[in-house]
C-alpha cells in the first residue's frame, strides 16, 4: 500500500507460511543444483552418460523450483505495491501454472523416449543405474520433506489431494471455514509435485531396472517409464485445472458461496449478484450486492459476513427497492 494513501486498508493477501516456504524452496534449489552439478561432473569424468543425464534431468526440476523461489520473492517485495489492486497473494498461481506445464512437458518426453525402447532397446548397465536411480530417489524424498517444513503428511498432501470443505456452521455466532482448496499454496504445491513425480519415476525406474537385473525383464525398464509418464502427466493435469480456475477468478468455493447467499437472504432481503474469488493461499475476496426494502447499510452486510473467515476483502452494494 503507497505511503499516499494512509487510510487505505491492507492488500497484502500472503499465505501464512509465505517466508518459511520461500526459505525452503531456496534450500531445495541448493540441494538439487549441488547433486546436479556433482552428477554431470561425476558422468564427465567417469564417462558415465546415465550419470550425465540423471543429472540434466534433474535441471528441468531445479529451474521449476527456481521459479517457485523468484514468485515467492516477487510476491513478498511488492506486497506493498499499490499498481497491484488486490495485492500480489495470487502470484504464486500462475507460477504453479507454469511449473505444470513443464511438468506435462516432462510426462511427455519420459513417454517418448520409453516408447522409442520398445522399437529399439537400448542396452542398459544395471550395476550403474541402480545406485544413481537410489540416489535420486534419496535426494527427492529430502527435497520433499524440506519443501512441507518437515512433516512428511504435508508433503503427501500436496502430491494427492482431495479439496474436501470443512464448516462449522451449526450455530449462527460461529464462524464459517473455507474449503481446503482456499488455503492451498499452489506455489509450494507445484515444488513438491516436481520432487514427488521425481520420486515416483525413481521407485518406479528402480523396481523395473532390479527385475531387469534379476529376472531378465528388460522391457520392465521402458514399461515403468511408461507408467511414470502417465503419473507426472495426471499431476500435471490436476495442477493446471486447479491453478488455471483462480487464474480465471473461478468461485473457489461453491458451497461457501451458497451459504454466504442463505445468510443474506434473510428477513426479505435479496442477493443479486455475488463475486467470489481467490486473493492469495487463505484469503478470498467478495463483491455482493443486496437488495433490500429496510434502511440498512453496506456495513450491516459486512458484519453478517464477518463469520466467514477467509473472507479478507468484502465489498458490499446495497439497492433499495
Not at 426494502?293 to 468484502?314: D, I, M, T
Request: proline content about 3%; charged content about 15%; aromatic content about 8%.
Amino acid at each position: 500500500m503507497s505511503d499516499n494513501h494512509p487510510d487505505l486498508h491492507s492488500h497484502v493477501f500472503l499465505g501464512d507460511s509465505h517466508e518459511r516456504n520461500e526459505r525452503g524452496t531456496w534450500t531445495v534449489i541448493a540441494l538439487c543444483s549441488f547433486m546436479m552439478a556433482a552428477e554431470i561432473v561425476g558422468g564427465l569424468l567417469f564417462g558415465s552418460i546415465a550419470l550425465v543425464a540423471d543429472g540434466l534431468h534433474m535441471s528441468t526440476h531445479a529451474s521449476a523450483l527456481l521459479l517457485t523461489a523468484l514468485a515467492y520473492r516477487f510476491a513478498r517485495r511488492h506486497a506493498q505495491d499499490d499498481r497491484f489492486s488486490f495485492g500480489t497473494g495470487k502470484f504464486g498461481d500462475p507460477a504453479g501454472f507454469t511449473s505444470a506445464i513443464v511438468l506435462a512437458m516432462i510426462a511427455l518426453l519420459i513417454g517418448y523416449e520409453a516408447a522409442t525402447r520398445f522399437i529399439w532397446p537400448v542396452p542398459i548397465d544395471f550395476n550403474q543405474a541402480i545406485p544413481i536411480a537410489a540416489l535420486g530417489l534419496v535426494v527427492n524424498i529430502v527435497s520433499a520433506i524440506l519443501l512441507s517444513g518437515g512433516d512428511p503428511q504435508r508433503a503427501h498432501e500436496h502430491g494427492h489431494h482431495h479439496a474436501h470443505a470443512s464448516y462449522k456452521d451449526h450455530h449462527e455466532h460461529e464462524h464459517v471455514h473455507a474449503g481446503q482448496a482456499a488455503h492451498r499454496d499452489n506455489n509450494l504445491r507445484a515444488a513438491i509435485v516436481h520432487v514427488l513425480a521425481d520420486a515416483a519415476v525413481s521407485i518406479l525406474v528402480i523396481a523395473g531396472l532390479v527385475i531387469g537385473r534379476f529376472l531378465g525383464f528388460t522391457w520392465m525398464d521402458p514399461a515403468v517409464g511408461l507408467v511414470g509418464a502417465v503419473v507426472i502427466a495426471a499431476w500435471a493435469y490436476t495442477l493446471i485445472r486447479d491453478t488455471g480456475a483462480i487464474l480465471l477468478d473461478m468461485t473457489p468455493d461453491r458451497d461457501m458461496a451458497e451459504r454466504m447467499r442463505a445468510t443474506i437472504e434473510t428477513d426479505g432481503d435479496r442477493l443479486t449478484d455475488l463475486h467470489l474469488w481467490r486473493l492469495g493461499p487463505g484469503h478470498l475476496g467478495v463483491i455482493v450486492s443486496v437488495a433490500t426494502k429496510r434502511e440498512r447499510g453496506p456495513a450491516y452486510y459486512q458484519a453478517l459476513l464477518g463469520r466467514f473467515r477467509a473472507l479478507s476483502h468484502v465489498t458490499v452494494e446495497v439497492q433499495r427497492q
